[in-house]
Structure formats: structure tokens, C-alpha cells
Nanobody, 119 residues
Framework: QVQLMESGGGLVQAGGSHRLSCAAS????????MGWYRQAPGKERELVAT???????NYGDSVKGRFTISRDYVKTTVYLLMNSLKAEDTAVYYC?????????????WGQGTLVTVSP
């Protein structure tokens, strides 16, 4: 089984930068992808950024050019560097891991961390 622990949420001023981290713990799983999604009040959860085990990256349209996802392969930790933050980036950010636990598909979610961007 896998557990995800997010950290780094908080209050940030518009135009500033902030970094989120997500550490995966567990064993005997094969990673397919890790990444971030977010959900703003009254809105559906949306893609922020994902990275496959092979290093392929996909960004949501609203964060392209401002956010960067990276991964520590040894620690199985994924980071999200957020630059040029806007008020509309305010949301609960969720870490996601997809993979396999032996032959069973995994789709694990963190508890979420709130990022509030003040105008």
C-alpha cells in the first residue's frame, strides 16, 4: 500500500513563489506517475501537473509556464514549484500517485494542502 504526505501549503502573496512537496511511503509498488491536482471552492478538481516514471510531464493549461513539477527518484517525492502566483491559484492541492501494487492498480491521493494567494 501507499501513503502520500503533502506539505508546504500556506498563505502567499500574489506574484510570489511557493513550493509544495509530496512524499510517498510504502513498498512493493510500481510507480506509473505522480503529480498534483487542485480544487478551488465551488469548482471541480483539475489537473495541475503530473510526471510519469519515465519523466514525461503534463501541465494544466492554467499553470503552464508558471509552475514546475520535479521529482526525487530516490525519495519518491514530488515537488511543485509555483511562480507568479495569482489569486485564482487559491485551492486545495492534492498529491496523486498512480501505479501498481503487484497486479492491483493503485490510485492514491493525499489529504490535500491549502494554498491561499492573497491579492
Amino acid at each position: 500500500q501507499v501513503q502520500l504526505m503533502e506539505s508546504g501549503g500556506g498563505l502567499v502573496q500574489a506574484g510570489g513563489s511557493h513550493r509544495l512537496s509530496c512524499a510517498a511511503s510504502g513498498s512493493d509498488f510500481r510507480l506509473v506517475a505522480m503529480g498534483w491536482y487542485r480544487q478551488a471552492p465551488g469548482k471541480e478538481r483539475e489537473l495541475v501537473a503530473t510526471m510519469t516514471s519515465g519523466g514525461s510531464i503534463n501541465y494544466g493549461d492554467s499553470v503552464k509556464g508558471r509552475f514546475t513539477i520535479s521529482r526525487d527518484y530516490v525519495k519518491t517525492t514530488v515537488y511543485l514549484l509555483m511562480n507568479s502566483l495569482k489569486a485564482e491559484d487559491t485551492a486545495v492541492y492534492y498529491c496523486n500517485l498512480r501505479g501498481y501494487y503487484y497486479t492491483d492498480a493503485l490510485d492514491a491521493w493525499g489529504q490535500g494542502t491549502l494554498v491561499t494567494v492573497s491579492p
